[in-house]
T-cell receptor
Framework: RKEVEQDPGPFNVPEGATVAFNCTYSNSASQSFFWYRQDCRKEPKLLMSVYSSGNEDGRFTAQLNRASQYISLLIRDSKLSDSATYLCVVNYNTDKLIFGTGTRLQVFP | DVKVTQSSRYLVKRTGEKVFLECVQDMDHENMFWYRQDPGLGLRLIYFSYDVKMKEKGDIPEGYSVSREKKERFSLILESASTNQTSMYLC??????????????FGPGTRLLVL
C-alpha cells in the first residue's frame, strides 16, 4: 500500500465550480501535511500547509482528519489558472517529505 | 527570491555513460534532495543531504551516487547510465527547522533521456 494515496483524476470542471480532492495517508505517525501544486512540465511549489483545525487561503481550504487519516483540498470559484496537478505531501517530523502521485485538475471555460 | 538551479534542462546520453547532474541553491539551506519523477509513480527520493559531505539514501538509491562538497551544491551522479534511468530529475532544498519547516524549494528539473 502506498504511503500517500490520491485519485489521479483528471477532474474536469468549468470555471466558477467548486472542486475537492482527498488524500489518504497510511502512517498514523505523520506529523505535518501540505499541498503542493505542479504545473505541466514545471517543478512542484508549496501551495499551503494543512493544520489540524483546518485553514483557508483565499479560495483554497485545507482540512485534516487524523482519525480517518485523510487530508482534503477544496477550491472554490475555480479559475483557468488553477489547472495543474495537486500533490498531497506528508512528513514524519523529519526533513524528508512523502509525496503523493498527484491529482490532475483541468478547468475549462 | 529563492532560487534553485539545475545545470541542464534537457540531456541526452548513451547507455553506459557517466552522467553528472548539478544543483545549486542560493538560500543557505542545510538540506538538499534529489528526486526522480515518472508518470504514475510520482516523486521518488533518490538521495538527500543534511550537511556538507553528509548523505543519506532515499527510497531508490541504486545506480546513483551523490556529492556535496559545498553547502550550496549537490551533485547527482549516474555511474553507468541505463535506459531505465530515463526520467525527470528534480533537485530541492529546505531549511532544517523553523518557520519554513516542510517547505522544499525545487529546481526546474532536468529531463534525461538515455538511449
Amino acid at each position: 500500500r502506498k504511503e500517500v494515496e490520491q485519485d489521479p483524476g483528471p477532474f474536469n470542471v468549468p470555471e466558477g465550480a467548486t472542486v475537492a480532492f482527498n488524500c489518504t495517508y497510511s502512517n498514523s505517525a505523520s506529523q505535518s501535511f501540505f499541498w503542493y501544486r505542479q504545473d505541466c512540465r514545471k517543478e512542484p511549489k508549496l501551495l499551503m500547509s494543512v493544520y489540524s483545525s483546518g485553514n483557508e487561503d483565499g479560495r483554497f481550504t485545507a482540512q485534516l482528519n487524523r482519525a480517518s487519516q485523510y487530508i482534503s483540498l477544496l477550491i472554490r470559484d475555480s479559475k483557468l489558472s488553477d489547472s495543474a496537478t495537486y500533490l498531497c505531501v506528508v512528513n514524519y517530523n523529519t526533513d524528508k517529505l512523502i509525496f503523493g502521485t498527484g491529482t490532475r485538475l483541468q478547468v475549462f471555460p | 527570491d529563492v532560487k534553485v538551479t539545475q545545470s541542464s534542462r534537457y540531456l541526452v546520453k548513451r547507455t553506459g555513460e557517466k552522467v553528472f547532474l548539478e544543483c545549486v541553491q542560493d538560500m543557505d539551506h542545510e538540506n538538499m534532495f534529489w528526486y526522480r519523477q515518472d508518470p504514475g509513480l510520482g516523486l521518488r527520493l533518490i538521495y538527500f543531504s543534511y550537511d556538507v559531505k553528509m548523505k543519506e539514501k532515499g527510497d531508490i538509491p541504486e545506480g546513483y551516487s551523490v556529492s556535496r562538497e559545498k553547502k550550496e551544491r549537490f551533485s547527482l551522479i549516474l555511474e553507468s547510465a541505463s535506459t531505465n534511468q530515463t526520467s525527470m530529475y528534480l533537485c530541492a532544498s529546505s531549511k532544517t527547522s523553523g518557520e519554513y519547516f516542510g517547505t522544499q524549494y525545487f529546481g526546474p528539473g532536468t529531463r534525461l533521456l538515455v538511449l
